[in-house]
T-cell receptor
Framework: EAGVTQFPSHSVIEKGQTVTLRCDPISGHDNLYWYRRVMGKEIKFLLHFVKESKQDESGMPNNRFLAERTGGTYSTLKVQPAELEDSGVYFC?????????????FGPGTRLTVL | QKEVEQDPGPLSVPEGAIVSLNCTYSNSAFQYFMWYRQYSRKGPELLMYTYSSGNKEDGRFTAQVDKSSKYISLFIRDSQPSDSATYLCAMSAMGGSWGKFQFGAGTQVVVTP
């Protein structure tokens, strides 16, 4: 069974540009999460989808970040316009259902560098 | 003050020794406690998941939760060089924020042959 996949693995962009990150969860997993780790800090929660609905987006830093999960399958996280402080590793995770919400399986991450 | 505190290490041990890792937390609402292992440039990999207080064992790994002290531990017996990685604790609460993990900063472990 394929795990959580993320694309791209690396992205280098200039300040002010737009970047879109993609996450494909494990097939059949209703829950999809986005997390971010910036340099020297712990991994922080960004938001949580249950199928196509946003369950919790309390961790989204500001309105430059837009997450979508159309059709309840893959998800995208768009940063527009990107700022220097957005650099970091963006992880996606998925879990099967509410009972299994704490068994989250993580993708390899997308390393974003904003110059 | 951070909600979850974890010593970043590095923690260096000889092969075969017991690795002892721990996290403390301040939020008494946390009910679920997870340990993840992360190799360099990879995503976190779930090792152990416990609910509330008590011990849980899985092979060479033992997780302990002491909710009265707000303290969790992970022990790795008979450590191997392949156990060299960063170990992350994560916690979550029930209710409206279910599934929202609070992570520790991670402890880097080095097991030397």
């Amino acid at each position: 069974e394929a795990g959580v996949t993320q694309f791209p693995s690396h992205s280098v962009i200039e300040k002010g540009q737009t970047v879109t990150l993609r996450c494909d969860p494990i097939s059949g997993h209703d829950n999809l999460y986005w997390y971010r780790r910036v340099m020297g800090k712990e991994i922080k929660f960004l938001l949580h989808f249950v199928k196509e609905s946003k369950q919790d987006e309390s961790g989204m830093p500001n309105n430059r970040f837009l997450a979508e999960r159309t059709g309840g399958t893959y998800s995208t996280l768009k940063v527009q316009p990107a700022e220097l402080e957005d650099s970091g590793v963006y992880f996606c995770a998925s879990s099967q259902d509410r009972l299994g919400a704490n068994e989250q399986f993580f993708g390899p991450g997308t390393r974003l560098t904003v110059l | 003050q951070k909600e979850v505190e974890q010593d970043p290490g590095p923690l260096s041990v000889p092969e075969g020794a017991i690795v002892s890792l721990n996290c403390t937390y301040s939020n008494s609402a946390f009910q679920y406690f997870m340990w993840y292992r992360q190799y360099s440039r990879k995503g976190p990999e779930l090792l152990m998941y416990t609910y509330s207080s008590g011990n849980k064992e899985d092979g060479r790994f033992t997780a302990q939760v002491d909710k009265s002290s707000k303290y969790i531990s992970l022990f790795i017996r008979d450590s191997q060089p392949s156990d060299s990685a960063t170990y992350l604790c994560a916690m979550s609460a029930m209710g409206g924020s279910w599934g929202k993990f609070q992570f520790g900063a991670g402890t880097q472990v080095v097991v030397t042959p």
